[in-house]
């Protein structure tokens, strides 16, 4: 799973996602295999600041 797949994820889904950013459910799907695009991702942190939070946090903890 991409770190992007799990982002959409701990967003809330590919619909959720969708629904945030007013566009498809197709384009979040291939935002999984391409990545999320900068911009999108750049409103995704503002308007969920707190899913970003939480992932950094993960990502910090030592394995």
């Known amino acids: 799973m991409t770190p992007d797949s ?23 799907s291939q935002w999984r295999e391409n990545g999320i695009p900068h911009t999108r991702l750049m409103f995704l942190r503002l308007a969920r600041p707190e899913v970003f939070a939480e992932q950094l946090a993960e990502e910090a903890k030592p394995n």
């Open 6 to 28: 799990k982002l959409i994820d701990a967003l809330g889904g590919t619909s959720v996602v969708a629904a945030l950013c007013e566009c498809t459910t197709g384009a979040v």
